[in-house]
């Protein structure tokens, strides 16, 4: 008994359409890694080379890297029913005034909730000069039909979503997004660790990968069905 090449129409027919698309698409995601890696580079130029109040008047993307200069304001909303490691907590967000440029929320992480709802946790800001760098990120938008009325009296106010139109009952004209500090280390940072919504290019190489990879396997499993045993 040995192994001799049977010819399959149909195998070849399937074989032979889908491995140029799985190669495809891996081409794809390389030339994504590439075109990605390209526009990180220039967020960062951009986040070290231009000043706030030039930043947004720019084309804004949630992700962009950016650094901004100014005080912390009395504003501060506490984004409940955020959780970290199984424990309910809050996200706080607080009105920054930039020396130059318009006010922006500024998200300084989360922390841990008290034992009741009766209480709120004890936020303290600092009052000194300080240079934020984070990335840009949506407003935490309600759900539709949510309730945005914080009713808790004085600061901080807890809140289920600050949409833009909220805080312009503060301060007039906010930036059109806000700034979530890039790690814990930032000047009145909280636990910031969360990963910003960006898709590095090591995510689409990992995708590449994937596709050659199936693309291999299916040129294998072909040769390898297309031999049959036969009797000599």
């Known amino acids: 008994m040995d192994r001799r090449w049977h010819f399959d129409w149909r195998l070849l027919v399937f074989s032979g359409l889908l491995l140029p698309l799985l190669l495809s698409l891996g081409i794809w995601q390389l030339d994504r890694a590439e075109e990605k890696q390209t526009l990180l580079q220039a967020w960062q130029q951009r986040a070290n080379d231009t000043p706030w109040a030039e930043v947004v008047t720019g084309e804004l993307q949630a992700g962009l890297p950016v650094y901004v200069t100014g005080f912390y304001d009395e504003q501060s909303w506490l984004l409940d029913n955020r ?10 967000l607080t009105l920054f005034r930039p020396l130059e440029g318009p006010a922006v929320v500024v998200n300084r992480g989360w922390v841990p909730g008290t034992r009741t709802r009766d209480s709120l946790p004890v936020i303290e800001t600092p009052d000194q000069l300080v240079t934020l760098e984070g990335r840009l990120a949506d407003y935490p938008e309600p759900p539709v039909l949510a309730d945005t009325n914080a009713a808790d009296a004085g600061w901080p106010k807890r809140v289920q979503a600050l949409p833009k139109t909220k805080v312009a009952e503060f301060v007039p004209k ?24 960006v898709m590095g290019p090591q995510t689409h190489y990992g995708y590449a990968v994937q596709w050659f990879a199936l693309a291999a396997v299916l040129t294998i499993l072909t040769v390898v069905a297309s031999y049959r045993r036969s009797e000599t």
């Open 83 to 92: 959780t970290r490691d199984g424990v309910p907590g809050y996200e706080v």
């Open 174 to 197: 906010p930036a059109p997004m806000t700034v979530m500090l890039s790690d814990p280390k930032q000047p009145g940072a909280y636990r910031a660790d969360r990963v910003p919504d």
